[in-house]
């Protein structure tokens, strides 16, 4: 039978995670993966929605960290730190620390999202809560079969494969990761002082066209002992020019970031080269973008 109150699909945290549905961030070590996701569960607990980055949670959210990679403590810290820094709100962060793969700890992973009624799991790090060989099929079914039977909004954290840099680069280890999410986010970022720029770009998706890239600030605040008081977190001037392999992605996240430019401008801040840059500007030329 046809559904008479069809409604195209919804997001819930807008434009990352598509509700009810996987979504996966990937990123080298050190990119700011783990600041900027608990970032968006902080907004989504608290449902703020004037977050840089034009990122609007569609509340009320429980979120929920299944954690294969930290500790619990290591996650308070983190939170308490973007708490300082965003606001100062007092907020508890529901979370699991988890050993065996996803598939293995699938029951009592469902009992603690029912007993705290989460809507929202974050599974970091793919790697661990897939387990087996994660350059064959496999495994990468079974951990996707898992994860819908969880019935409800994942947002899984990954590394980036071989490759970087290049237009290999993607989520390490099967084609079948990128393939069984429906949306996919690069993540990157360059390094200077006590500021992280943090570029998140668009990889795939299935509802949509693929959404604008994104550019975030980290800010590290410090004491008179160089100890990390608050992470502060504000929209970026421009993208981290490493933050796509492909040519395209560079010079549309840069010219959104900076405006108009010369071919010059375009070739000393991205690496690309005059021959290939000017190919590509020739090619959206002539299809009119």
Known sequence: DTCQDVQSPQYLIYPFIPKDQPTIFYGD?????????LYLAMAAIINKSDCPGNIRPQGPITPLILDWETSRD??????????????????????????????????QIQECIRDIKANFIILDSLALACGGDLNSAEP???????????????????HIGKGIGSSGAGVYGSAF???????????????????????????????????????????????????????????????PVTVSSKNPDKIKGLLK?????????????????????????????????
């Open 29 to 37: 070590s050190g990119t700011g993966k783990s600041y900027l996701v």
């Open 257 to 289: 970031a900076k405006g108009a430019l010369t071919v010059k401008e375009i070739q000393l801040l991205t690496g690309i080269s005059l021959e290939s840059l000017e190919a590509t500007l020739s090619g959206w030329e002539r299809r009119g973008n």
């Open 74 to 107: 290591e996650v308070a810290w983190r939170l308490h730190l973007l708490t300082n820094g965003n606001g100062n709100v007092d907020l508890h962060l529901k979370y699991r620390r988890c050993a065996m793969p996803l598939v293995d700890d699938l029951e």
């Open 177 to 239: 990761f990128k393939h069984y999410a429906r949306s996919v986010w690069e993540i990157n970022s360059n390094w200077q002082d006590n500021v992280t720029n943090i570029g998140i770009v668009h990889k795939k998706v299935n509802n949509s066209s693929l959404h604008t890239p994104v550019s975030l600030k980290l800010i590290f605040n410090k004491d008179e002992n160089d100890k990390i008081q608050e992470v502060r977190i504000e929209p970026g001037l421009e993208l």
């Open 140 to 158: 990468v079914i079974k951990f996707y079969a898992a994860v819908r039977k969880l019935k409800t909004t994942c947002l899984i954290v990954a």
